[in-house]
């Protein structure tokens, strides 16, 4: 019988088969002309798609796909303004998503959320260190990529960063990720800063990894 999944688990893995579609205006910006205030840069319209763990934007005759993965931040979440902060780490973009009304803004937020908790791995050995589980040598998951891991290849965290949710536990290669993120994402947040835009600081994470 295969072990129990946590609840947020379940409703997670759920909601990546729904077919979630809707139009937004979106601007993209480079890591170093993102602003979180309103400038004069024009919105674009586009229709965007998210099924298993995937975001399409389709605009003109155009289709962008991108996977909701480790490299896909969740940065900030404006409920005023309806709007959603992106960070594709990969393509080093920033998406600024606004939605038309907040149902749709809400509805969006949760499936993103819900798009980032990664779907359990069952393996026989530790996906780190390759050790064999066993009663006496326990499996976990991290919390961001999935993977099976092992007692001594976990960390426990306390990421306090809107795309970092509930990172109780990840593995020690997602924390050399994570790490390397949260230093992107200050670099981003020194240069809005630069540029005297001080909304950014809501963006600074509080992190902390220790051994189990
Ligand atoms: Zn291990
Ligand atoms: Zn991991």
Redo the contacts with the bound molecule.
């Keep these: 019988m295969g072990a129990k999944l946590p609840k947020d688990l379940l409703k997670a893995e759920k909601s990546k088969l729904d077919n979630f579609e809707g139009l937004f205006m979106r601007k993209i910006y480079d890591f170093n002309t993102f602003q979180t205030k309103d400038d004069d840069d024009a919105w674009e319209k586009v229709k965007i798609k998210i099924h298993q763990a995937k975001i399409e934007c389709h605009q003109n005759h155009n289709i962008e796909i991108h996977n909701i993965d480790?490299d896909f931040l969740i940065f900030h979440q404006n409920h005023r303004n309806k709007e959603l902060v992106l960070c594709l780490i990969s393509e080093k973009k920033i998406w600024k998503i606004q939605a038309l009304n907040l149902r749709q803004f809400l509805d969006t937020s949760t499936i993103l959320m819900n798009s980032k908790i990664p779907t359990w791995s069952i393996s026989p050995v530790c996906q780190l260190c390759s050790k064999a589980f066993s009663i006496a040598k326990r499996r976990h998951h991290?919390r961001?990529?999935?993977?099976n891991?092992c007692k001594k290849c976990i960390l426990v965290t306390d990421y306090g960063i809107e795309g970092f949710c509930k990172l109780t536990k990840?593995?020690k290669?997602?924390y050399i990720?994570i790490d390397g993120q949260i230093g992107i994402i200050k670099n981003i947040e020194r240069s809005c800063i630069g540029r005297k835009d001080e909304s950014v600081k809501s963006f600074i994470p509080s992190s902390s990894g220790k051994q189990i």
């Design positions: 480790c991290c961001n990529c999935g993977k891991i990840v593995c290669s997602c990720l």
